[in-house]
T-cell receptor, first 114, second 109 residues
Framework: SAVISQKPSRDICQRGTSLTIQCQVD?????MFWYRQQPGQSLTLIAT?????????ESGFVIDKFPISRPNLTFSTLTVSNMSPEDSSIYLC???????????FGPGTRLTVL | AQRVTQPEKLLSVFKGAPVELKCNYS??????LFWYVQYSRQRLQLLLR??SRESIKGFTADLNKGETSFHLKKPFAQEEDSAMYYC???????????FGKGTRLSVIA
């Protein structure tokens, strides 16, 4: 299994500011993803964090708004830039187990934008 | 395109009653199907996957390729089953899970 931690667990931010969320995994993993879960909604994939190269973004998500870093196989960051109230959501880091058999999720970062 | 449909947003059943949470999918290849559960104030966790053909906490799910369905069933619901349930699909290769909108199961004593 893979144990995932995220920082911060929650934050309240002002409109127009940016927040960087950290994701740390206890083992080296190849596949790492960032999801968003808006209030009352399901999980939507934002991007795949690629180690050593630019992240791969899903339709509707762009690098300028959600820059992602993946400096190594155990760590990634997601930045939510120039925030607006519509960005209020839970942001989840997810990884595929080294065996490739299961996808694990972090505890999430609950973001509220005022 | 991959799509997962969970038609019920909320399902309320009495304790001891059978439960069926519906999931239909759309995928051109051979998918892997999963059920994830999120209990109150806990993180999302895997409940079961179709390739394992196992029963977890009394829940089972059978992949029906003809009907493109992967419904989750339990013969006798328990109060501790109250949670949010998500059906998810994984395509071929190193692709991430695609989730349905989720069904909130409420088991009433």
């Amino acid at each position: 299994s893979a144990v995932i931690s995220q920082k911060p667990s929650r934050d309240i931010c002002q409109r127009g500011t940016s927040l960087t969320i950290q994701c740390q995994v206890d083992s080296q993993v190849t596949m790492m993803f960032w999801y968003r879960q808006q209030p009352g909604q399901s999980l939507t994939l934002i991007a795949t964090a690629n180690q050593g190269s630019e992240a791969t973004y899903e339709s509707g998500f762009v690098i300028d708004k959600f820059p992602i870093s993946r400096p190594n196989l155990t760590f990634s960051t997601l930045t939510v830039s120039n925030m607006s109230p519509e960005d209020s959501s839970i942001y989840l880091c997810s990884v595929v187990s080294p065996a490739g058999s299961e996808q694990f999720f972090g505890p999430g970062t609950r973001l509220t934008v005022l | 395109a991959q799509r997962v449909t969970q038609p019920e947003k909320l399902l309320s059943v009495f304790k001891g009653a059978p439960v069926e949470l519906k999931c239909n999918y759309s995928y051109s290849g051979s998918p892997e199907l999963f059920w994830y559960v999120q209990y109150s104030r806990q993180r999302l966790q895997l409940l079961l996957r179709h390739i394992s053909r196992e029963s977890i906490k009394g829940f089972t799910a059978d992949l029906n390729k003809g009907e493109t369905s992967f419904h989750l069933k339990k013969p006798f619901a328990q109060e501790e089953d109250s949670a949010m349930y998500y059906c998810a699909l994984k395509g071929s290769g190193n692709t991430p899970l695609v989730f349905g909108k989720g069904t909130r199961l409420s088991v009433i004593a």
